[in-house]
């Protein structure tokens, strides 16, 4: 086996994505971007390509070293070829890895994979091993997904809508503009990285993302951006939440986070349905407001991993 490691998208091998994240226009997304890029592993063996696995490596600390203020994330499980057994897949995984920490060693602080399932046959691959929650909303083709939310959020939702608050799903430019002003001063206070507002633009043009936007009296109050594979797989037809924002203050009779949220999740349902992936609830030691939050419109808690590396 031997491990290739691919940072131009012209050099992606050709193979049929398993989800977003491993699809040439996600790579696409950060080509032009100055904290963050992303680069491919793949593994080939005496019958081909076998396993590839994308990982992000993004700078969050701006005025020291990538080594120091950088961390590398693999979403989910790595592709795999179909005709390679658990055996040779772990094989294949453990070599990459090696590959994987060698290359971002001098580039991050630390590796971490993300939303690998619970019974995932790597796992013993890492020594710390982080207990995760995520939460799952499934549904079939258009859907009401209000109906199984919790009754103060269809109430919520309800008393949004009749104060004037409206959902645009074609945002200009300028709206995204405003939104990402929301979303810079969130993850500021909340200190992590966040990618560029050129990206989010990109995105909202690209074949496997969405921009839905909250607005309220002309002014844009919320909104979310998220990827989707069903014209891109329409076997496997994925919606993962990525980043959310809303304004800080109260408007009576109006919950942007709310609307925001169940947009997303009609979006979804109204576009061929399949299943909304919130991408993470927090730890599962500690109490964690969001993910209350998240589980009030109609989604299922489930086990997830984290896997972390440090590489000093």
């Not at 070599?95 to 046959?121: G, Q, T």
């Not at 939104?179 to 909202?204: D, E, T, V």
């Not at 800080?248 to 009779?253: F, L, P, T, V």
């Amino acid at each position: 086996m031997r491990v290739e490691i691919i940072d131009n998208i012209a050099n992606i091998p050709e193979f049929e994505p398993q989800n977003v994240f491993q699809t040439k226009e996600f790579m696409h997304l950060f080509e032009q971007e100055k904290d963050a890029n992303v680069v491919f592993f793949a593994v080939y063996g005496d019958c081909g390509l076998m396993m590839v696995q994308p990982v992000v490596i993004q700078r969050f600390v701006k005025w020291l070293p990538w080594r120091f203020g950088a961390y590398a994330v693999a979403w989910r499980e790595p592709w795999r070829a179909e005709n390679i057994a658990d055996e040779e897949a772990v094989e294949a995984f453990n070599l990459m890895h090696k590959e994987i920490v060698k290359y971002c060693r001098k580039r991050a602080l630390y590796i971490e994979y993300r939303h690998f399932s619970e019974k995932n046959i790597y796992a013993f691959t890492f020594k710390l091993q982080l207990p995760w929650w995520n939460i799952y909303r499934e549904f079939g083709s258009g859907e009401d997904v209000a109906d199984k939310m919790k009754r103060d959020k269809k109430r919520q939702l309800k008393q949004s809508f009749e104060a004037g608050v409206e959902v645009v799903l074609h945002p200009t430019d300028e709206q995204i503009v405003e939104w990402y002003a929301l979303l810079r001063r969130l993850y500021r206070r909340i200190h992590r990285p966040l990618p560029s507002l050129q990206l989010f633009l990109r995105l909202n043009q690209s074949s496997i993302g969405k921009i839905i936007l909250i607005t309220y009296q002309g002014r844009v109050i919320s909104g979310s951006a998220m990827f989707h594979s069903s014209l891109l797989t329409p076997h496997s037809s994925f919606f993962y939440d990525w980043y959310r924002a809303s304004i800080a203050e109260d408007i009576e009779g109006v919950y942007p986070s709310v609307v925001s949220t169940w947009s997303a999740l009609q979006y979804a349902s109204d576009n061929g349905g399949g299943l909304f992936d919130f991408m993470g609830a927090g730890p599962q030691n500690k109490p964690y407001g969001v993910r209350d939050f998240k589980l009030k419109f109609g989604g299922t808690l489930t086990n997830e991993y984290r896997y972390r590396k440090y590489l000093l």
